[in-house]
């Protein structure tokens, strides 16, 4: 098989997205500064020092590399994501802030290990489920997609980061979906863990879970304090924004009124200041990004490559699409960031990452 050149059409998506995101969250940068933040100049050098330069290093090094070597090291690359999710455990090495114990303080920067997480855990279902995809409509299928979540759920949960776990139960289930398994093992696993969910939002620590579910039911309840003045802000930057929006860097609330406006609530800012014109292009970029990346599923030259591109795509794109719909009082607020926008230097490493081994799969499909 002759070796191509990667997707043109997805390296541009990913080119529009990774600069138009830097604009965005240097526009954003600016409310925080004027608020009199302290810390901005190191935000700003974890987004992209370690955000944008070491990923876009790990996008070359996840093109470079033959994918499906990726099948070989998957239970090793895994583990090792576990263990470094498990450090935040560890006083002095792991930190608390916002009510989640899920960063580890290395000195010069900090990093978020259960980002990794993501993306090893579809690459080892990418690897199980092609090696069982013959079983996949047995019980095998579901004991394995059990077992693949278990240990992520349960770290997660003791952080607690439910919505990281939603990302990764959520591209386990698509590889699954489409290595085969059965619709009522869906339907059973589903029912399980919403119950699971409503279970633990009556119990004290987890207590916010209930909040974020009244507040997607009522906002306007809510909306003097906590979730609920987040989406109420949100609401109101989107809809001041207009058709065309107030211009680049022009935006009001995220000087003073709306919270994180770097973090999950960028597309917001985005929405103010360019627009429905604006916000309406994000969302398309990230839905041919989706499109793009199930088609190149579809022609993928083997089944582990077909399954990794699946995981990876619902994986970018999902992150993507439920932030959005956080922000437009659509979902319950989660803390996920907007992919290749909202601050976060360890999101965006591993997101380019993943990004550069769904562009080694599109450089392996025959050509005509």
């Known amino acids: 098989m002759r070796i191509a050149r990667a997707d043109t059409l997805l390296i541009i998506i990913l080119a529009a997205l990774v600069l138009s995101g830097a604009l965005m969250f240097s526009s954003a940068a600016v409310g925080l500064l004027a608020r009199g933040a302290t810390n901005i100049s190191s935000v700003v050098f974890n987004h992209f020092a370690l955000g944008i330069g ?57 990093a978020q290990p259960a980002e990794l997480l993501k993306i090893a855990a579809v690459i080892l279902a990418a690897a199980l489920f092609a090696t069982l995809r013959e079983e996949m409509a047995s019980w095998k299928g579901l004991a394995a997609f059990c077992g693949l979540c278990a240990a992520p759920a349960l770290l997660l949960a003791l952080q607690p980061d439910f919505g990281t776990l939603g990302i990764i139960v959520v591209s386990v289930f698509a590889v699954a979906i489409a290595a085969g398994v059965r619709l009522r093992d869906i339907a059973l696993i589903s029912v399980v863990a919403i119950a699971s969910l409503v279970l633990l939002s009556f119990t004290p620590k987890y207590a916010y879970l209930y909040d974020r579910i009244a507040t997607f039911i009522n906002p306007a309840a809510q909306s003097a304090q906590g979730e609920g003045y987040q989406i109420r802000q949100s609401l109101i ?75 990876i795509s619902t994986y970018l794109v999902g992150e993507a699409f439920i932030n959005i719909a956080a922000m437009l009082g659509l979902a319950p607020l989660t803390g996920i960031p907007l992919t290749f926008i909202s601050q976060g230097g360890s999101a965006m490493l591993v997101s380019l990452g993943s990004a550069g081994i769904l562009l080694s799969i599109s450089r392996r499909i025959p050509r005509k």
């Open 54 to 110: 070491g990923g876009l290093a790990a996008l070359l090094a996840g093109f470079s590399i033959d994918y499906r070597v990726w099948r070989t090291l998957a239970p090793y690359l895994f583990a090792f994501a576990l263990l470094a999710t498990a450090l935040v455990f560890i006083p002095g090495l792991g930190f608390e802030h916002g009510g989640g114990r899920r960063w580890l303080d290395l000195g010069f920067t900090t």
């Open 237 to 311: 930057a989107i809809g001041s924004g207009g058709l065309a929006g107030r211009g680049l860097g022009q935006g009001i609330q995220k000087f003073t009124y709306l919270p994180e406006p770097m973090g999950d609530s960028i597309f917001a800012v985005v929405a103010e200041e360019l627009g429905f014109i604006g916000a309406s292009v994000t969302v398309v970029l990230f839905l041919v990004l989706g499109l793009r990346g199930y088609g190149l599923a579809a022609r993928a030259p083997d089944l582990f490559g077909g399954l990794l591109a699946v995981g």
